[in-house]
């Protein structure tokens, strides 16, 4: 069975860049994979970020943005802010109606 | 504006059936272009996509939680609703409902979640 791997947590200061990264057990991630980021503060409902690899949801500042780097899906958040401190889920469609959520990365700012 | 909410029992016993409702404002649940899915998040765990319905009345559900879990949807009063068979602690978690767009192939509206505990 496929894992969708994302490292467990990063550290970013204040004002400073951040990427996370969103890979495959087994395989390579390209844009045929649909990879989707959530945001979710502890206790709160997840919040769509990015889908389609790079297209940014209604209302996501231009801030957050989604790549594929390599063999991995990424999400770069570009001048952090106190409220980002959140943790961050990729999706990845798997195909055949399959969507597989990885373990989520914790961010600390 | 798309909005999902969901319902159910906080508690739920050991060995008996947990049911929840998502019920569906803003959209008809007939749209040929989502469906309509459950995820939940045990404590201090991540978010994992039990299952989903579509508007013809298949399913896709998780291969670990296939022989407990049944969705369906009420298209007269624009809800889904999942039961979960024979549960344990360790379904013990935050259901969410959300709507998946088939277009984009994500999760594009939530519902707040509802927390679900299993305990005598």
Redesign the interface.
């Known amino acids: 069975q496929t894992v969708v791997t994302q490292e467990p947590s990063f550290s970013v200061s204040p004002g400073g860049t951040v990427t996370f990264t969103c890979g495959l057990s087994s395989g390579s991630v390209s844009t045929s994979f649909?990879p989707?980021w959530?945001q979710?503060t502890p206790g709160q409902?997840?919040?769509?970020l990015i889908?389609?690899t790079n297209?940014r949801?209604s209302g996501v500042p231009d801030r957050f943005s989604g790549s594929i780097l390599g063999n991995k899906a990424a999400l770069t958040i570009t001048g952090a802010q106190a409220d980002d401190e959140s943790?961050y889920?990729c999706?990845l469609?798997m195909g055949s109606?399959?969507?597989?959520?990885?373990?989520?990365t914790k961010l600390t700012v | 504006q798309v909005q999902l909410q969901e319902s159910g029992p906080g508690l739920v016993k050991p060995s008996q059936t947990l049911s929840l409702t998502c019920a569906v404002s803003g959209l008809s649940i007939d749209s040929y272009d989502h469906y309509w899915s459950w995820i939940r998040q045990a404590p201090g765990k991540g978010l994992e996509c039990i299952g989903y319905i579509y508007y013809t009345g298949s399913t896709y559900y998780m291969p670990s939680l296939k022989r407990r879990l049944f969705i369906s949807l009420d298209t007269s009063k624009n809800q889904f609703s999942l039961e979960l068979y024979s549960v344990t602690a360790a379904d013990t978690a935050v259901y969410f409902c959300a709507r998946v767009s088939l277009l984009k192939d994500y999760f594009d509206n939530w519902g707040q979640g509802t927390p679900v505990t299993v305990s005598s």
Do not use: A, N
């Open positions: 649909s989707s959530y979710q409902t997840p919040r769509t889908y389609s297209t949801s943790d889920y999706v469609h109606g399959i969507w597989v959520f990885g373990g989520g």
